[in-house]
C-alpha cells in the first residue's frame, strides 16, 4: 500500500509564506500527475494545485500566483510552495496522484499537514 507523508505545514501571519513537501513511497509520483488538495473545517476537500508527470501546472483560481507546485522525481517529492498566505488559506493540506479531472487516484490519504494563517 502507498504511503503518502506531507510536512512543512504550521502557524504563519497573513503575507507569510510556506512550503510544504510531500513524499510517496515507491515511484508512484513518478509517472502521474500529483495534486495538492486542502480541507478547511466544515468545508470539502479540494484540490488547489496539479502537476503533470511532465511538469505542467494547473492552480485553483483562489491560489493562482501565490502558489508554486514542483516535484522532485529523483527523490519521489512534490513540494508546494505558499506565499502571500491568507486567513482563508488555513486548512488541512494531503497530496495524493490525480487524474487530469481533478480526482484523487489513491484511496487512502496521508495526516495531513495544518496550515494556520492567522490576521
Known amino acids: 500500500q502507498v504511503q503518502l507523508v506531507e510536512s512543512g505545514g504550521g502557524l504563519v501571519q497573513a503575507g507569510g509564506s510556506l512550503e510544504l513537501s510531500c513524499v510517496a513511497s515507491g515511484n508512484i509520483f513518478r509517472f502521474n500527475a500529483v495534486g495538492w488538495y486542502r480541507q478547511a473545517p466544515g468545508k470539502q476537500r479540494e484540490l488547489v494545485a496539479r502537476?503533470?508527470?511532465?511538469?505542467?501546472?494547473n492552480y485553483a483560481d483562489s491560489v493562482k500566483g501565490r502558489f508554486t507546485i514542483s516535484r522532485d522525481n529523483a527523490k519521489n517529492r512534490v513540494y508546494l510552495q505558499m506565499n502571500s498566505l491568507k486567513p482563508e488559506d488555513t486548512a488541512v493540506y494531503y497530496c495524493?496522484?490525480?487524474?487530469?479531472?481533478?480526482?484523487?487516484?489513491?484511496?487512502?490519504w496521508g495526516q495531513g499537514t495544518q496550515v494556520t494563517v492567522s490576521s
Open positions: 502537476i503533470t508527470s511532465g511538469g505542467n501546472t
Open positions: 495524493n496522484t490525480v487524474n487530469s479531472g481533478g480526482s484523487p487516484l489513491l484511496p487512502s
